[in-house]
């Protein structure tokens, strides 16, 4: 139940967070990448909508932000941040992780 | 330093595939040493600018510049591959022919060598552009060490080289008689692969519809990361989970390369381009086309021998009720007449509701045509039709489509019926009944270019418990179609235009239909 109200509020901060950009419609999500590991390493999202992940770089070296399930992958510069469009995806988890750093960076998405 | 061969390794397999299929397709000619060993050395170039400016083109064009960039030098890389092709099934012949070796390697010395050596380039600068950024990010983090680091890229590099290199001598194996023929079905299959990883980016991107995310899943057979895995993705564009967008551009590649390789082998050059711009003004019009399902089509018991064709049937409805106001059904399909008596065509339907706006693709579906007598043997035209379909969507069922489809021909009119059961199958199969649809056209064959007419549709629903006629679908309405001859060798264009009326509650108000068709015997 917490959980259900947590994402309600990132949702709506989210969408905040976007107003003023091209695709502000769509439900914004962020993934943070620092010391080759992903956070949150799970992220839910809802499913059935397309959703902007930001995927953001603290680490100083690069990293590729890739998912076989998703059907992405992406190059993302140390220090900075891009942009995957993902969906509507059907419910379900989909696994995500970094090319460059397999060993650690792992994560999923749930789409509900 | 395993794991930095091992990921070195990967990247660098993919260009080395690709540098060996140039090299074997171009054995013989002369120069083309220096033209490889170009496009590989401005490969590695460009990959470290890439690399350099990653994080400039991760930021342009409101953060989609990479998969632009990407998208835009594979589709670069099919336009040199296809050319290559096309200029081979031109001049081949002629380089044969020549009787002296000289001559023949005058002759050959005009290939577009520049063509493949933009190919290598556009794959060392794409694969080693990731390397790059990857060794990079381990020197600047200072993890490993030189030695590791150093160690793990030269092994990478060397392994690479080496199934690069054994693929080359493979390839070698083959007789020069045949290699010709080889090498280019590889370039082809090469292109069509690059062409389905550039649909790829362009959905990443957002420009293109997905049409479905997984059409299926054969990552427990071959996973896209393994070693074979990338080999085969390479060389025939294997994924283990494609989105529908992917297979289309594959097959069009396929379709659309094959039928200019073997058009343009004997049309004059004027042909050629004019040939060029019907390629470009069909692919707009693909890229136009929206959703499409193939309902409203009618199957006469026609099989056209040895006749290649592309086509594109599309709906589009309207209705005051908001669920139905505009649907949108839509199909490519690419068809050969394989034997006098029978035809047979692969289809992508997709479509797109009020209701789930997102167009993706529906179906998959197998279609087969056998006639079963000669055009005016009998007093009716016989034929069977079948069509195996697969659905894409989670949810939706696959289904088994059968029946005869009769033709008779009175005058200047010509008359097809269409009785067809369709029999749903699958997991998510809720229905298990058989259900029952009809369809009928009556054309007045008045000249080739302008055949008006009338088409009737209905859809009787389960054949246990069919529902009232209220209830089922039916429409009718006025069409026309067509058939213009291109020039010489270039095959001809159908097209079919109508609008159908809704003459039952369950039905929509109207619907638009057309149908566009490109033909030519092979």
């Known amino acids: 139940m917490t959980s259900r109200i947590g994402i309600k509020a990132l949702m709506l901060l989210a969408s905040l967070g976007v107003v003023g950009t091209a695709w502000a419609d769509d439900p914004q999500f962020t993934l943070v990448i620092k010391d080759h590991k992903f956070t949150p390493t799970e992220l839910q999202i809802p499913a ?40 509507p995806l059907e419910p379900g988890t989909y696994g995500f992780f970094g090319e460059f750093h397999k060993g650690s960076a792992q994560g999923k998405l749930i789409a509900k | ?23 074997a397709a171009s054995k013989g000619t002369r120069g083309r040493g220096r ?28 953060g989609m510049g990479q998969e632009l960039f990407n998208a835009t030098i594979l589709f670069a890389a099919v336009g040199m591959l296809g050319w290559h092709n096309v200029w081979m099934g031109r001049h081949g012949k002629e380089m044969a022919m020549e009787a002296t070796a000289l001559g023949r390697e005058v002759a050959a010395g005009t290939r577009p060598l520049y063509a493949l050596a933009s190919v290598v380039g556009i794959a060392v600068l794409r694969e080693g552009s990731e390397t790059v950024l990857f060794l990079y990010g381990l020197a600047a983090a200072g993890s490993g ?32 008689r045949h290699l010709f023929a080889v090498t280019s079905w590889m370039i082809l299959l090469l292109a069509a692969g690059l062409a389905s990883q550039g649909a790829f980016f362009l959905n990443q991107a957002d420009v ?9 899943d054969t990552s427990w057979l071959v996973d896209d990361g393994s070693i074979v895995g990338r080999v085969l993705h390479v060389l025939i564009g294997y994924v283990a989970r494609p989105e529908g967008i992917q297979l289309v551009f594959w097959s069009a590649t396929i379709a659309i390369l094959l039928a200019l390789m073997r058009w343009l082998s004997t049309a004059p050059p004027k042909a050629v381009t004019r040939a060029a711009a019907i390629v470009v003004l069909a692919l707009a019009g693909i890229g136009l086309a929206r959703g499409a399902r193939a309902d409203f089509t009618i199957h006469p018991p026609v099989v056209e021998y040895r006749e290649f064709e592309v086509e594109h049937n599309g709906s589009y409805t309207f ?91 009175w005058g200047n009119t010509v008359h097809t019926v269409n009785l067809f059961f369709k029999h749903p199958f699958g997991p998510d199969n809720s229905e298990k009944s058989v259900n029952f649809n009809y369809a009928w056209q009556s054309l007045w064959t008045w000249k080739r270019e302008f ?5 009737i549709f209905g859809d009787a629903g389960p054949v246990d418990r069919a529902p009232s006629i209220r209830d089922q679908q039916l429409r009718i309405g006025p069409v026309a179609y067509g058939k213009i001859d291109l020039a010489p060798g270039l095959g001809e264009l159908k097209y079919g235009l109508g609008y159908l009326l809704g003459l039952t509650h369950g039905t929509e108000k109207g619907a638009l239909k057309w149908n566009l068709e490109w033909e030519q015997v092979f």
């Open chain 2, 35 to 62: 033209w490889v060993a170009g496009g590989i050395a401005l490969g590695v170039l460009g990959a470290c600018v890439v690399a350099g400016f990653a994080a400039e083109i991760a930021a342009a064009v409101a």
């Open chain 2, 145 to 176: 060490g030189a030695v590791s680091l150093v160690g793990g890229g030269t092994i990478g590099i060397l392994g690479g080289a080496v199934v690069g290199a054994a693929l080359y001598l493979g390839l070698l194996r083959i007789p020069s």
């Open chain 2, 208 to 216: 293109l519809p997905a049409l479905g995310n997984e059409i299926w």
């Open chain 2, 451 to 455: 055949q008006p007419g009338f088409e």
């Open chain 2, 1 to 23: 330093m395993i794991a930095v061969a091992i990921i070195v390794f990967r990247e660098v397999l993919e260009a080395s595939l690709i540098v060996s299929i140039v090299l």
């Open chain 1, 48 to 87: 059935g909508a397309k959703v902007r992940l930001v995927v953001r770089n603290d680490d100083a070296t690069p990293e590729e932000f890739e998912s076989t399930e998703l059907h992405r992958e992406k190059v993302v510069p140390p220090g900075q941040q891009i942009v995957v469009i993902v969906g």
């Open chain 2, 319 to 409: 209705d005051p009720n908001p669920a139905n106001k505009h649907n949108e059904t839509g199909t490519l399909e690419i068809g050969y007449g394989v034997l006098p008596w029978w035809g047979t065509e692969v289809e992508f339907a997709w479509s797109r509701t009020a209701s789930n706006p997102p167009r993706r693709l529906d179906e998959i579906n197998w279609e087969n045509t056998i006639r079963l007598a000669e055009q005016g043997e009998y007093w009716l035209d016989p034929g069977i039709f079948t069509e195996i379909g697969k659905s894409t969507r989670v949810g939706n069922t696959h289904h088994l489509e059968v029946g005869p489809t009769l033709q008779k021909q």
